[in-house]
């Protein structure tokens, strides 16, 4: 494998963001030797949205969650996820 190169030493996260940004990680890093990492712990960033809703559509929400036992707002979640991460793979 040819050596790779020397990652620089960065002041600040803003330098490092430019560096990769404008550079090649592979000609830094050597990716064959990694190793699959699990983070329990990691939690997905959140951002609070406001959202209108008809009424009916949120009575349907919560009657298809009650089944479930979940909240309403996590079955919304999940059916946005699954309709999102489909129509990526239609596009892909």
């Known amino acids: 494998m ?3 190169k020397a990652i620089p030493k960065f002041k600040n996260e803003k330098e ?3 560096f990769w940004a404008t ?4 000609e830094y890093v050597d990716y064959s030797k990694g190793e699959k990492a699990l983070f329990p712990s990691l939690k997905p960033t959140l951002k609070t949205i406001s959202l209108r809703l008809p009424q009916s559509l949120i009575e349907h929400l919560k ?12 079955l919304l979640k999940m ?14």
């Open 23 to 26: 550079h090649d990680s592979t």
């Open 63 to 74: 009657l298809l969650a009650n089944k479930r036992d979940i909240p309403y707002q996590s």
């Open 16 to 18: 490092e963001q430019e």
């Open 79 to 92: 059916y946005l996820a699954e309709k999102v991460e489909e129509e990526i793979k239609q596009a892909g």
């Open 2 to 4: 040819k050596n790779k």
